[in-house]
Structures are given as structure tokens and as C-alpha cells.
């Protein structure tokens, strides 16, 4: 509502960042405190981040890699914005973390904790490695989802590092996420997949798209040709 009102009386983001701020220290509650420091970031461009934009950039890192899923959408371009890409000169360990959130899987986790000294690595960001852990199964998964229909318990269990056991905790653990709408074969030991975030757009992304419209124009075409048959049939008899 806040924006919505800066945006009709046409405040510049200068104008606006000290709102934001007082927002954001005021603010208790965890999930509006990072939606109001994210609003400080994005009123940055290059040429004006200062030490509070920087130290904002860091809050705002932390938080979506604490809690990646409850502002997905918010936080999702967050990579792009200025504030955030200077981190890479102050805070070049946390930057690549939030990197691995935001486009990474489980394997890119696991590999920055090794290459950096271990789980101790969180403590200077209290975050919680069983957290970081669990996130990022979830959005491993959703990132798998992206790419396929229908993927077998075997290949879930190897992206995410764990049992085929485990699978269908996963699977349900992203469903209550919100992120990815599925359903499970049991039979089959297959997840059907109905939709799931894209993480990441790029041109594999786009290829997958493109195949699916195909694939989708054809079934289409056929359900149309079934139904001008089934018209045409009365006439000629």
C-alpha cells in the first residue's frame, strides 16, 4: 500500500528510501522487515550505494537465503539489483551463497560449504546449516520440476542427496511450500509434475518452453480434428 501511494504521488527513489528504512526498523515481524529491506535496496543505482546501502544489500541477502520460499516472487530479481552486485566487493562469500540460493541445487550447497571451511561459514550470518539444508532440497527439487513431467523417485533422491525413502517427504515438504504443484505415482515410483517455479530463465528454459507449447499446439490440433470428424460424420450418413 506503501508503494502504491509513493508511486501516485510520482517520489523518487531517494525520496522514498528513508520511508522504506524507518519501515524497515520498525517493523518486528521477520517476513515485513525483509519485504521493507528489499524495497531499500531496489531504490539503489550504481552510482549512489553508500555504507547504509551496502548494509541493507547484507540484510536483504541474509534474509532470502534464511527464508528463500514465504517471498519468492519478491525476491527473485533480487541478484540483479545494484546494491546486491556490490556486495561482491564487501561481502564476496555471502553474495555466492545467495547466488546458490536464488539459481543453484543442493550440489552447488554442499560445494561452497566444503570449499569455505564447512558449516562454520553460517555462524557469521546466523543462519542455520539444517535450514540451508532443507531449503535448498526444496528448491532443488523445484528446479528439477522445472524441467520435466514426470521424474522417477531415483532421480529425486540423487539431486537431493538422499534415500528413495525420503522422496515423498520432499515432494510434499515443496508441494506445502507453495512452490511446485505435483502429484506421486507410487506405483510407478514417478513425480507427475502439474507446475513449478522457474528458478532460473535462460535458454535451456526457453528451449523447454518452446517444446512444451509445441507439444501442447499438437495435442490441441488433434482434439480440434477429432471434433470436426465427429461433426462431419452425422452429415454423410
Given amino acids: 500500500?506503501?508503494?502504491?501511494?509513493?508511486?501516485?504521488?510520482?517520489?523518487?527513489?531517494?525520496?522514498?528510501?528513508?520511508?522504506?528504512?524507518?519501515?524497515?526498523?520498525?517493523?518486528?515481524?521477520?517476513?515485513?522487515?525483509?519485504?521493507?529491506?528489499?524495497?531499500?535496496?531496489?531504490?539503489?543505482?550504481?552510482?549512489?550505494?553508500?555504507?547504509?546501502?551496502?548494509?541493507?544489500?547484507?540484510?536483504?541477502?541474509?534474509?532470502?537465503?534464511?527464508?528463500?520460499?514465504?517471498?519468492f516472487v519478491q525476491q527473485r530479481k533480487i541478484l540483479s539489483q545494484p546494491a546486491i552486485e556490490a556486495l561482491g566487493g564487501s561481502d564476496a562469500q555471502l553474495l555466492a551463497l545467495l547466488k546458490i540460493f536464488q539459481e543453484g541445487k543442493l550440489g552447488d550447497y554442499y560445494a561452497f560449504i566444503k570449499s569455505n571451511g564447512g558449516d562454520t561459514v553460517l555462524a557469521q550470518w546466523d543462519l542455520s546449516s539444517e535450514e540451508c539444508v532443507r531449503y535448498m532440497r526444496i528448491l532443488s527439487l523445484c528446479s528439477l520440476a522445472a524441467d520435466h513431467e514426470e521424474i522417477p523417485y531415483s532421480v529425486v533422491a540423487e539431486t537431493l542427496q538422499t534415500s528413495p525413502d525420503e522422496v515423498e517427504k520432499w515432494v510434499i515438504a515443496a508441494v506445502s511450500s507453495g512452490l511446485l504443484n505435483a502429484k506421486m505415482d507410487q506405483l510407478q515410483e514417478k513425480v507427475l509434475v502439474e507446475r513449478s517455479v522457474v528458478r532460473k530463465f535462460e535458454m535451456e528454459q526457453w528451449k523447454a518452453l518452446q517444446a512444451r507449447l509445441h507439444l501442447w499446439k499438437r495435442n490441441v490440433g488433434g482434439i480440434l480434428d477429432a471434433y470436426k470428424q465427429s461433426l462431419e460424420q452425422p452429415q454423410q450418413q
Fill in 1 to 71: 500500500r506503501l508503494t502504491a501511494m509513493l508511486d501516485e504521488w510520482k517520489v523518487d527513489p531517494a525520496g522514498r528510501r528513508d520511508l522504506y528504512r524507518a519501515a524497515a526498523e520498525g517493523v518486528k515481524a521477520p517476513l515485513a522487515k525483509q519485504q521493507f529491506s528489499l524495497l531499500v535496496v531496489g531504490t539503489y543505482s550504481k552510482s549512489d550505494i553508500d555504507t547504509s546501502g551496502l548494509e541493507y544489500a547484507k540484510k536483504a541477502a541474509i534474509g532470502a537465503i534464511r527464508d528463500p520460499v514465504s517471498l
